[in-house]
């Protein structure tokens, strides 16, 4: 399997801007998690789906997020407007099971978006 | 307020030494404990995942142990290599277990 797919690995983008960023679990996986990594905050859930349904989003920062899962394979998470603060490594992972569960969660290389 | 707090924040030791790092949480109710290693540019990778019936648990040159009482667990790596250079991140679900309460990582440098 190739592991978790993102693309793009890398965005750049001005202030107001609609960004889409976008992942592939690895197949089989039933869970599929987005990560926001910054140096001030560290890495932070933002929401996770679990058989394509959205599970818990507290962790979407603003309205200006937002995140779907139209199937098993792809998701994608929104961002509009976007904002220099919104300037991160953004990370997904897909894991077979919830995230109660100690299954292993698998990274993906993540997209490293830079806001202008 | 759960929190998973980790030290050192970094460390640099020579290539073949041995090195332990630390995390201690406090979340409620405890689920399980986490080890992720993450290369410059790269995913965290999983090392070791601990519930609360697991002392110690092996990954290679990897152990992780968990102490539930005082709510500590550490890492140790045995006879360090240069590709174990990397940050070192702690794990620890709370509350329904959908909240994931993440260290802030220990920086590892390993240097020949």
């Known amino acids: 399997d190739a592991g978790v797919i993102q693309s793009p690995r890398h965005e750049v983008t001005e202030m107001g801007q609609e960004v889409t960023l976008r ?7 039933n869970s599929l998690f987005w990560y926001r990594q910054t140096m001030m905050r560290g890495l932070e859930l933002l929401i996770y789906f679990n058989n394509n349904v959205p599970i818990d989003d507290s962790g979407m920062p603003e ?3 937002s995140a779907k899962m139209p199937n098993a394979s792809f998701s994608t998470l929104k961002i509009q407007p976007s904002e220099p603060r919104d300037s991160a490594v ?3 992972a897909s894991s077979l099971r919830l995230a109660e569960s100690t299954d292993t969660q698998y990274f993906g290389p993540g997209t490293r978006l830079t806001v202008l | 307020k759960n929190q998973v ?3 050192p924040q970094s460390l640099i030791i020579l290539e073949g030494k041995n090195c332990t790092l630390q995390c201690n949480y406090t979340v409620s109710p405890f689920s399980n404990l986490r080890w992720y290693k993450q290369d410059t540019g790269r995913g965290p990778v999983s090392l070791t995942i601990m519930t609360f019936s697991e002392n110690t648990k092996s990954n290679g040159r990897y ?4 102490d539930a009482d005082t709510k500590q667990s550490s890492l140790h790596i045995t006879a360090s290599q240069l590709s174990d250079s ?3 991140i702690c794990v620890a679900p709370s509350g329904s ?9 220990t920086q590892l440098t390993v240097l020949p």
């Open chain 1, 23 to 29: 992942c592939k679990p690895i197949s089989g996986h």
């Open chain 1, 63 to 65: 309205d200006r997020f």
């Open chain 1, 90 to 92: 953004y990370f997904c």
């Open chain 2, 5 to 7: 707090e980790q030290s």
């Open chain 2, 63 to 66: 152990t992780a142990t968990l």
């Open chain 2, 86 to 88: 990397a940050s070192y």
């Open chain 2, 97 to 105: 277990a959908r909240q994931l309460t993440f260290g802030s990582g």
